[in-house]
């Protein structure tokens, strides 16, 4: 075999390669980070913007609007105790931050549920890479429902 | 004048000998592959052809190295030169290496034509030379050139090419982790690809040998075996 062993080393190589070797990796960090941040955005939208407003035993009302694209209104479905409630589009009229067509109602029953303290949320359907679906929620935090007899 | 430190020695102004830095680019471009395959690719990114980004900079940086070392293409095996002895010494490996497979498959009811076949067949030279030439171009030629030295005795000379044979087996088997299937198979491929290398450095028919066995393997096992990193967990389960 013929190649490298024929070639004396010096410090000019070392170092060239040595330089080679950290910027590669220097680009792969960047590039890494390029990704995994591109792959945050698609999946868990950060620009998404919204809240729960109100939450008892006869509505569920708040905004939601994607500030990337304000002209679009998102989907969304509620859910109290994990269980699927309803779906409705954000398109009904919001008042406050959201000042827009961005604002969701969901009408409810105090006889849906028992007694007692309900969590509730409202989740954005969201498309993702690879034409699968996610549910984001609105609010940091589920809102509690309490249903008195 | 200072005279030239003797190749592989660590000089007063580098810290890393040549023979360190050559394991140091064996160690960067298998973590390019290993992020492509554990992290980019899981990511399921819009843009796919950004999954391409750690390879193309591995590429880079072996070609780069190339040409920084002096290695010319007729060197890394890319002439006329040993390929008809390359191909005898691959011969008797892949026909029997076929024949287990085929006879597997047909024995297990999975020699057939997947979907997607053909697609892969019209990929596999491109695809099999570009793996020989990271493989034997670049990792079997910085393993021999890390372990190798001139100044030892033959017997000692011929024990370190086989470790040279083995390691890149190994590195080779480690990335089409964690599939143990074809682990195993990376694993007896390598060996025998880097042995032929060693004895007859060329990498068309390398590259030959490597898309005509992939072939057969595509035939003969079931759907989804190729899946490596990530994508075997979602095929296979975890």
């Known amino acids: 075999m013929t190649g490298m062993e024929s070639k004396p080393g010096d410090t000019g190589t070392g170092r060239r390669l040595l330089y080679a070797i950290m ?7 960047l590039f890494l980070c390029a990704a995994v941040s591109m792959a945050a955005f698609a999946f868990f939208h950060p620009a998404l913007r919204g809240d729960i407003e109100r939450a008892d035993p006869t509505w569920v009302d708040g905004w939601v609007i994607d500030s990337t694209k304000p002209e679009e209104q998102p989907v969304v479905q509620l ?14 009229p919001a008042r406050g931050e959201s000042a827009g ?15 007692g303290r309900h969590r509730a949320q409202v989740y954005v359907v969201r498309k993702t890479p690879r034409g699968s679906r996610t549910l984001l929620p609105v609010s940091r935090e589920k ?4 249903v008195t007899e | 004048m200072s005279p030239t430190p003797p190749e592989g020695e660590t000089s007063a102004a580098l810290p890393f000998s040549l023979r360190m830095i050559a394991l140091l680019e064996v160690i960067s471009v ?11 690719l899981p990511l399921q990114l819009n843009q796919r052809w950004l999954v391409a980004g750690p390879g193309l900079l591995a590429l880079v940086l072996i070609v780069y190295s190339q040409r920084v070392r002096g290695e010319t293409p007729s060197d890394l095996g890319f002439s006329r030169r040993h390929f008809g002895k390359a191909l005898s010494l691959l ?5 029997a290496g076929a024949a287990l497979f085929l006879g597997g498959g047909y024995g297990t009811g999975t020699l057939n034509i997947k979907p997607h076949f053909w697609r892969s067949v019209a990929l596999l030279p491109a695809w099999g030379l570009m793996q020989q030439y990271i493989l034997q171009a670049f990792v079997y ?30 590195l080779f088997a480690l990335i089409h982790a964690p599939n143990p299937l074809l682990m195993g198979l990376a694993l007896a491929g390598g060996l025998v690809w880097s042995w032929v290398y060693e004895r007859a450095p060329n990498l068309f028919a390398l590259g030959i040998s490597h898309a005509l066995m992939s072939a057969v393997i595509l035939l003969s096992l079931p759907p989804n075996s190729m899946r490596v990193g990530f994508d075997y967990f979602i095929f296979h389960g975890f």
Request: charged share 25%; net charge positive.
């Open chain 1, 23 to 29: 910027a590669k990796s220097f680009a792969e960090m």
């Open chain 2, 141 to 170: 030629r910085r393993f021999r050139f890390l372990l190798v030295r001139p100044e030892l005795g033959e017997a000692e000379q011929r024990k370190r090419v086989r470790l040279a044979i083995l390691l890149t087996a190994l």
């Open chain 1, 101 to 115: 067509p961005h604002g969701f109602h969901f009408a409810l029953s105090p006889k849906q549920f028992g007694a």
């Open chain 1, 79 to 92: 859910y109290v105790d994990d269980q699927f409630v309803a779906a409705a589009r954000a398109d009904a």
């Open chain 2, 91 to 95: 011969l008797i490996p892949m026909l």
């Open chain 1, 143 to 146: 809102r509690i429902i309490e």
């Open chain 2, 30 to 40: 298998t973590m390019s592959i290993l992020l492509t395959v554990w992290a980019v």
